[in-house]
């Protein structure tokens, strides 16, 4: 399994682009990136997946060069309600479950801190 | 959307007590998880379901037991519960070729 490693924190400012780098040196050929996102006292959710090159949504970006080997997550503008963990999963979403073999691994995140 | 619905969001135990945590989805997935998240330790493995009746330990089982006797319902169970058991308990689903988790919004436990 991938493991990853984010840093443990980073403070913003309103308006400001922040990138969160993710390092994963030891991903497979077919494991997809990962992002969640947390607030306190609540489950991590969903924010963008991808395999390689830019992937963009309603919420962020996501850069992954061609090594694979690691991917930024872009938070465009971002807001005081942006202040939360930010987590990078890296794994094949495509297998079930027959063992730990499909499992994915949370690390410690990274807390963002916005300001005004 | 899909729901997965844990039942209490805070609970407070004594010491040596069976503590029931349970989890319901409303999405027909397959596989079920439950995970445990501590300041500065992040999210951690304790068992997982890919189907009724099948189980599997994660990294921290020890303490712990589960039941998965319906596809939509994934129990934790806490044979005796401990101070080191307090922590948040964070339930999760994903389907098949699924690309993502859905978490419930978590239970609170304190043992005291």
């Known amino acids: 399994l991938a493991k990853t490693t984010q840093p443990i924190s980073m403070d913003s400012y309103e308006g400001q682009e922040v990138n969160i780098t993710c390092s994963h040196n030891?991903?497979?050929?077919?494991?997809?990136i990962t992002w969640y996102q947390q607030f306190p006292s609540q489950g991590p959710r969903f924010i963008i997946q991808?395999?390689?090159t830019k992937v963009t949504n309603e919420v962020a970006s996501l850069f992954i060069p061609a090594d694979r080997k690691s991917s930024t997550l872009s938070l465009p503008r971002v807001s005081l309600s942006d202040t939360a963990v930010y987590y990078c999963?890296?794994?094949?979403?495509?297998?079930?479950?027959?063992?730990?073999?499909?499992?994915?691994?949370f690390g410690k995140g990274t807390k963002l801190s916005v300001k005004p | 959307d899909v729901k997965v619905t844990q039942s209490s969001r805070y609970l407070v135990k004594r010491t040596g007590e069976k503590v029931f945590l349970e989890c319901v989805q409303d999405?027909?997935?397959?596989?079920m998880f439950w995970y445990r998240q501590d300041p500065g330790l992040g999210l951690r493995l304790i068992y997982f379901?890919?189907?009724?009746?099948?189980?599997e330990k994660g990294d921290i089982p020890e303490g712990y037991s589960v039941s998965r006797e319906k596809k939509e319902r994934f129990s934790l169970i806490l044979e005796s519960a401990s101070t080191n058991q307090t922590s948040m308990y964070l339930c999760?689903?994903?389907?098949?070729?699924?690309?993502?988790?859905?978490f419930g919004s978590g239970t609170r436990l304190t043992v005291v």
């Open positions: 991808g395999y390689k």
């Open positions: 999760a689903i994903r389907g098949t070729g699924d690309y993502g988790y859905t």
């Open positions: 379901s890919y189907d009724v009746k099948m189980k």
């Open positions: 999963l890296v794994g094949d979403w495509r297998m079930n479950y027959g063992g730990s073999q499909g499992n994915l691994i």
């Open positions: 999405m027909d997935h397959e596989n």
């Open positions: 030891n991903i497979a050929t077919n494991d997809y």
